[in-house]
């Protein structure tokens, strides 16, 4: 049973860092083939994909974000961290992390998801 | 890749067929295994998405069979035959052909 649980702090203010954790369980980021991504959604828009790290330390991040954007390793084996830097108010969103996988060379989309995290940017 | 969905937003009868379409802006059919790298999300109020359709047919476990997709190459369809209330929701689609994902600006099905 895979399940994933998003964590860090509901506000955060203009310039800020953000610092949001993945708890998984049911799979191991060491297995190869296995992927944690984060996508973010504001209130009431659609899905934006922000980054993704992969079992071998391989990592992606969407473009137009890179520069702000780090993902991780937790502390545990078990969690993923994502940092983002300089948060605006229009970073208020609610951001999910989801599990991905690849069999047999052949990579699937986003097969499990997190409850999801809202975070507010505001004075 | 660019995802763009069509309509934005439409009303269905209960009982009766909707029918979602999204068009990528790049071919996402890889040849290697002749399968289009193309998902459907279904997301309802204050969930997270789920997982509905890959490989733009395939369904996953546990989805119901009168939800179908179809295309292939740039251009995909959600279709959803006998339309119930559960069905409710917002439908986004999803290319994972590139390494850097991307999604549709999502549907809005309303009975």
């Known amino acids: 049973q895979i399940t994933l649980k998003e964590s860090g702090p509901t506000l955060v203010k203009p310039t800020q860092t953000l610092t949001l954790t993945c708890t998984f369980s049911?799979?191991?980021?060491?297995?190869?083939?296995?992927?944690v991504g984060w996508i973010r959604q504001p209130p009431g828009k659609a899905l934006e994909w922000l980054a993704l790290?992969?079992?071998?330390?391989?990592?992606r991040y969407s473009p137009s974000l890179k520069s702000r954007l780090t993902v991780t390793e937790g502390t545990s084996k078990n969690q993923v961290v994502l940092t983002m830097t300089n948060m605006d108010p229009v970073d208020t969103a609610t951001y999910y992390c989801?599990?991905?996988?690849?069999?047999?060379?052949?990579?699937?989309?986003?097969?499990?998801w997190g409850q999801g995290a809202l975070v507010t940017v505001s004075s | 890749i660019v995802m763009t969905q069509s309509p934005d937003s439409l009303a269905v009868s209960l009982g009766e067929r909707a029918t979602i379409n999204c068009k990528s802006s790049?071919?996402?059919?890889?040849?290697?295994?002749?399968?289009?790298?193309l998902a459907w999300y279904q997301q309802k109020p204050g969930q997270p998405p789920k997982l509905l359709i890959y490989?733009?047919?395939t369904r996953e476990s546990g989805v119901p069979d009168r939800f179908s997709g179809s295309g292939s190459g740039t251009d995909f369809t959600l279709t959803i035959n006998s339309l119930q209330a559960e069905d409710v929701a917002v439908y986004y689609c999803?290319?994972?052909?590139?390494?850097?994902?991307?999604f549709g600006q999502g549907t809005k099905l309303e009975i």
């Open positions: 989801a599990h991905r996988r690849k069999e047999n060379g052949i990579w699937y989309p986003f097969d499990f």
């Open positions: 049911g799979f191991s980021l060491t297995t190869r083939g296995v992927g």
């Open positions: 790290i992969y079992w071998d330390d391989d990592k």
């Open positions: 790049q071919n996402i059919l890889y040849r290697s295994n002749n399968e289009n790298y």
């Open positions: 490989w733009a047919s």
């Open positions: 999803q290319q994972y052909y590139d390494t850097l994902p991307s």
